[in-house]
């Protein structure tokens, strides 16, 4: 057993907070969740006693002043990412944040920069990257196992709110408070893609809204302003090319993705399972490295690689460890769809600021 004391968590945010942070922090044994926050105060009281937790309130800057800890995990909407995570560094706390980071490229450097001066390990929660296939790939990439990588190409398909009448309306569908699709998932596919084919040069976008589109039954459909479909076209500083097409509007979810290299390619076929291109569409299967086995947690499928990103936390907060994406990394994605948001209005390539 460790004789470090725990690591205390103060969680902002009691949606996915409750679905996947609360039970991640709850089954790793490094952390302890000393308080939790929520818009809705019977929300924080009914996270607090599933999880044992001492402190609820509605009022997480009362919060982050009176209780001590040493993490703080955002998990609310995006646009009190900024509020929150500055408070939570100016009082010198590490900070995990889920993505999209910030609102604009503008708060991220600020929160960067601030992060920085603090001397305090920061963290986006791009989770996806430690799936086992996505891992292997990454591994591969860096090997030279795929020679010069020139094309990369990510297809997702969602049952979004113009399939799934069940689906919650949510501030994800308001695009003023950071809703939609291009940052609750197009920034999980921006972070692959850099991850694979390096700094991004340019990029083409186009944003849609499909749940709006159409004459509806439900009149709430009517009210969304966030994007629910969008296709990138990706110019990589290397030369590679990419493109992510993500359609809201699909009967049942899936994807894949592909990249293909000088001398191999190879696609993630879901989180468990990567394979070599063949004939016809078929593919080998290719082994995923011991070293890279994750247990699934199929009650909640994000626990797994959660608890990842977890475990190199707890490693940079009491050993000194790199633990990423960090802040700065999280700028660079954050430019990526601040100039898709752009392309989508001029209708031309927008090139990422420096």
């Not at 920069?113 to 591969?140: D, I, M, Q, S, W």
Request: proline fraction near 6%; charge should be negative; hydrophobic fraction near 40%.
């Amino acid at each position: 057993m460790s004789s470090r004391p725990p690591i205390r968590v103060l969680l902002l945010g009691t949606g996915f907070g409750a679905l996947v942070h609360a039970p991640g922090f709850q089954r790793h044994p490094a952390y302890r969740i000393v308080g939790v926050a929520s818009g809705h105060l019977e929300n924080a009281k009914r996270v607090a006693g599933e999880f044992e937790i001492p402190y609820a309130t509605d009022d997480w800057g009362k919060m982050l002043a009176e209780v001590e800890a040493d993490l703080v995990s955002i998990v609310a909407p995006v646009d009190l990412h900024y509020p929150m995570a500055r408070a939570a560094l100016e009082r010198g706390r590490h900070v995990l944040c889920e993505k999209p980071f910030a609102m604009n490229t503008a708060q991220a450097r600020e929160l960067s920069a601030l992060a920085t001066a603090k001397g305090v390990v920061n963290v986006v929660n791009h989770e996806f990257r430690h799936y086992p296939a996505r891992e292997t790939l990454t591994r591969k990439i860096r090997e030279g196992a795929l020679g010069r990588v020139e094309h990369i190409v990510i297809r997702d398909r969602i049952p979004g709110w113009a399939r799934n009448p069940k689906r919650a309306l949510t501030w994800l569908m308001d695009k003023a408070r950071g809703g939609g699709y291009l940052g609750a998932l197009g920034s999980h596919h921006v972070d692959q893609l850099m991850l694979w084919g390096g700094p991004i040069r340019s990029v083409f976008g186009t944003l849609r809204t499909l749940a709006a589109e159409a004459p509806v039954a439900d009149p709430a459909l009517e009210k969304i302003t966030a994007d629910d479909t969008f296709t990138l076209l990706i110019r990589f500083e290397g030369g590679a090319r990419g493109i992510v097409d993500l359609f809201g509007g699909a009967h049942a979810r899936n994807g894949t993705m592909e990249v293909i290299g000088s001398d191999d390619a190879l696609t993630v076929l879901d989180g468990y399972r990567l394979g070599r291109s063949q004939e016809e569409g078929a593919h080998e299967p290719v082994p995923i490295p011991d070293d890279l086995v994750i247990q699934p947690t199929p009650e909640r499928s994000l626990l797994a690689p959660f608890l990842i990103k977890l475990e190199m936390i707890r490693a940079a907060i009491q050993e000194g460890k790199q633990a990423t994406p960090d802040f700065s990394e999280a700028v660079e994605i954050q430019k990526v769809l601040d100039a898709a948001r752009r392309s989508d209005q001029s209708g031309a390539w927008e090139s990422i600021e420096e």
